[in-house]
């Protein structure tokens, strides 16, 4: 069983930067691949970006490649997301999520564990 709380999320003009972390609990942690992914109001939640259980693979969203950095501290169980150069469309909320190996990760059907999300509000 993995538990994740997402944190970091708030208000932010366009152009600034946020720093989401995901604290994860259980410990096969380390062993799970790890994801955001992200659900504007009125449309479907969508993935944003991964990375496997040693941090040696990442992928992101055509989106946010060049914005966007994911990143793992498997000693403290965290998961960060550093979102740069934020534009009014990565205004969602922004969950969590892991499963146990790192195939088809962007796929919300293959996802074991999700956090309840936080918010991010980009104005312009």
């Known amino acids: 069983q993995v538990q994740l709380v997402e944190s970091g999320g708030g208000l932010v003009q366009a152009g600034g930067s946020l720093r989401l972390s995901c604290a994860a609990s259980g410990r096969t942690f380390s062993t799970y691949a790890m994801a955001w992914f992200r659900q504007a109001p009125g449309k479907e939640r969508e993935f944003v970006a991964a990375?496997?259980?040693?941090?040696?693979?990442?992928d992101y969203a055509d989106s946010v490649k060049g914005r966007f950095t994911i990143s793992r501290d498997n000693a403290n169980y965290t998961v960060f997301l550093q979102m740069n150069s934020l534009k009014p469309e990565d205004t969602a909320n922004y969950y969590c999520?892991?499963?146990?190996?790192?195939?088809?990760?962007?796929?919300?059907?293959?996802?074991?564990?999700w956090g309840k999300g936080t918010l991010v509000n980009v104005s312009s």
């Open positions: 999520a892991a499963k146990p190996n790192y195939g088809d990760i962007a796929l919300r059907r293959n996802i074991n564990y």
């Open positions: 990375i496997n259980w040693s941090g040696s693979r990442t």
